[in-house]
């Protein structure tokens, strides 16, 4: 079963959600559409559910056009933000729902559909709630419900809106795993909406991450955190460090000191920013190659050292982060001037940080120094 | 007035902080103002037309409603309450989800325009018909052409009433909705249930306590109107005088014990209603607090 979106844009008075989105998701697939608020993430989710009607552009389900189906025609399960459960209905009846209201030729016998909403019951972990109201549940089984009664229509594609959205952080991870292995079960495709990125990156086999009613890059975890394309995806998905830097020919330079690109890409010379993660900087004697900085704090927090620095020249704020282990890190006292390395980073032309233009979206450059260049 | 309407004058145990709790002389002070104005103006009153209802006994009192014009005024009355109540109540229905549910080109329009029997006088709403529908209305040679009688007739009694008792339901029924929001009703579409299946599944039976309390609200004015009504009627006795005409009638011929048995009706209708209204909106509450706090 899978889906397609061609241009789909959809305008809310002079807010513009969505500005002409191709999406595909294939048979199987579990993906993740995450974005900051206002991105367009859950306008184009129910588009595609068919709870929305998209101004221009068309949805296909299994290569059939069903932009004008509603929906209750498209074989969809939909799973609410805040599960939307039926609260005058006991839990058995909220899963019976689906299939109590379906035309009386194809219609199950009650004993029938009561059996059925008791093993979807069951395959959620609620076997023993079925006669509960919804008001007596917790958040995750509330969940939990509004999944069984998603499934009990048997739907083709799964829609997620924000489906750990209002759960404690606890609870919020066991869901996850649960909802990835009932995935593996039973293959059928799914599509979730979030603003968590790790939450998207360790549920999803995709993640399309949008921008202001645009996609900005669709791609597996790897590919999202190691070759982000643009600025935002960058920031999106972790901290970063901006450095303002130059480049020229193959190197990059940072506060006069060269960085080299091992990037095969070209990329023009000229002003541009250096994107870093904190983890990805490491601290050099004073006399090594590097950006020079000076040490303003250190902090200890378990198993990570948070140093905060500033670069000699601009007077720039570095935060860079160390595993416990390293063997330096007792050197590295406040006041103390020492050698900036960057592991891993991002160039990308300073232009590029407005939403990015076609021309500059492609040449996206890791630059890497080798881990025997640090320690030698 | 019901007992349980004087629970609010109990001293309450609740954590009232210092600096916004009065001193216990200015409390008293205000509990006995509260207390004497209640009596003065709510309790008295209602306990005199119950005293005067049984004055000359109580088989007087039943005499009173027994009489032939008594009885058709009872009858009356409740026939316009059967008819009006229903349409306001479906009407009210329609509008609260039209407003609720819908963006449309008038929606203002139409809010303030259910609003307008509350701001009107109920003798202008009774002139209003009498104006369009009378021998001298608008439409008045036509309908009588046709020998269509509504003005001084029952049909001209159901309009005013209708029209007075207009903004009950949808009044209760519009925050209601708006307050529960839509996402129910996705669902139940979602899970392919045709409009109506979705409205009687799920839509009604969530605005059910709601829609109750304007009812009781609607059929308590519907049958106690009085301005509107008397001026559409015509006053003619055993026909067109509903129990509050009726009562109007009985006191200017002087017949003052009448007037007050029949008045007891009504009052009684009255505390059947603030019970009514009272258990109601103790299980709307708990209700709301029921309602799982996401959705």
């Known amino acids: ?376 | 007035m019901s007992a349980a309407d004087w629970s609010v004058l109990r001293p309450k145990r609740s954590p009232h902080s210092l600096a916004t709790s009065e001193p216990s002389g200015v409390r008293a002070a205000l509990i006995a103002f509260a207390v004497a104005f209640a009596v003065l103006l709510l309790v008295l009153p209602l306990a005199t037309v119950f005293v005067s209802a049984f004055a000359s006994g109580i088989g007087a009192f039943f005499e009173a409603l027994s009489e032939p014009d008594a009885l058709a005024a009872v009858k009356l009355t409740l026939w316009i309450a059967a008819i009006s109540v229903p349409l306001n109540a479906v009407f009210g229905v329609a509008a609260a989800w039209a407003i609720a549910r819908f963006e449309f080109r008038g929606k203002a329009l139409l809010v303030t325009a259910i609003d307008l029997p509350l701001a009107v006088s109920p003798v202008v709403s009774g002139l209003i018909y009498v104006l369009c529908f009378g021998a001298q209305g608008v439409l008045g040679p036509w309908l009588m052409e046709h020998g269509i009688r509504i003005i001084f007739a029952v049909p001209g009694i159901v309009l005013a009433t209708t029209f007075v008792t207009f903004p009950y339901v949808a009044r209760e029924l519009i925050p209601l909705l708006e307050e529960q929001g839509d996402e129910e009703e996705q669902a139940a579409i979602s899970l392919g249930a045709s409009g109506w299946q979705m409205f009687r599944r799920i839509t009604l039976p969530n605005m059910s306590l709601g829609l109750l309390y304007g009812i009781v609200l609607l059929n308590a004015r519907a049958m106690g109107e009085f301005g509107a009504v008397s001026v559409v009627s015509g006053h003619i006795r055993g026909e067109t005088n509903t129990i509050p005409l009726h009562v109007e009638v009985l006191y200017n011929e002087y017949q003052g014990q009448a007037a007050f048995a029949v008045a007891s009706l009504l009052a009684a209708l009255a505390v059947v209603t603030l019970v009514a209204k009272r258990l109601l909106e103790n299980r709307l509450a708990r209700a709301s607090r029921n309602a799982p706090e996401n959705s």
């Open chain 1, 1 to 376: 079963m899978s889906i397609e979106a061609k241009s789909i844009t959809k305008q809310f008075g002079a807010f513009t959600a969505l500005g002409g989105v191709d999406l595909h998701v294939k048979e199987g697939d579990l993906l993740a559409l995450l974005g900051p608020s206002g991105s367009g993430k859950t306008t184009l989710l129910r588009i595609l559910a068919g709870l929305e009607t998209p101004d221009a552009g068309r949805v296909f389900i299994d290569d059939v056009d069903a932009t004008d189906h509603a929906v209750g025609d498209r074989g969809i399960g939909f799973v609410f933000q805040h599960y939307a459960l039926f609260k005058h209905m006991s839990v058995l009846e909220n899963v019976a729902f689906g299939l109590r209201v379906k035309p009386r030729r194809q219609r199950l016998a009650d004993a029938e559909i009561r059996k059925r909403a008791l093993e979807l019951l069951d395959f959620v972990q609620l076997a023993g709630l079925s006669e509960r109201m919804p008001a007596q549940l917790s958040g995750g089984q509330r969940q939990r419900v509004a999944l069984a009664r998603a499934l009990a229509v048997r739907p083709r594609v799964l829609l997620l809106d924000e489906p750990f959205g209002a759960l404690d952080a606890r609870v919020r991870k066991d869901l996850r795993r649960w909802l990835r292995k009932l995935h593996d079960e039973l293959h059928i495709t799914s599509v979730f909406v979030t603003h968590d990125q790790e939450e998207a990156l360790e549920l999803a086999d995709r993640v399309v991450v949008m921008n202001q009613g645009r996609i900005e890059q669709v791609g597996s975890t790897d590919e999202l955190y190691e070759r982000p394309a643009s600025p935002f995806i960058f920031d999106f998905l972790g901290d970063a460090n901006v450095l303002p830097a130059e480049v020229r020919g193959r190197s990059v330079f940072l506060q006069g000191a060269e960085q080299p690109i091992a990037s095969d890409a070209i990329h023009p010379s000229g002003a541009a920013d250096v994107y870093v993660r904190p983890g990805d900087l490491r601290l050099a004697d004073a006399g090594a190659a590097g950006v020079e900085v000076v040490i303003e704090s250190v902090q200890r927090t378990g198993p990570i050292v948070r140093v905060a620095a500033q670069l000699r020249g601009g007077r720039l704020p570095v935060a860079i982060e160390l595993p416990h282990l390293h063997h330096d890190v007792p050197h590295f006292v406040a006041g103390a001037a020492l050698r900036l390395r960057l592991m891993q980073f991002s160039v990308f032309p300073r232009e590029a940080r407005a939403p990015s233009p076609p021309t500059l979206a492609a040449p996206v450059l890791i630059g890497r120094e080798r881990e025997r260049e640090i320690a030698g």
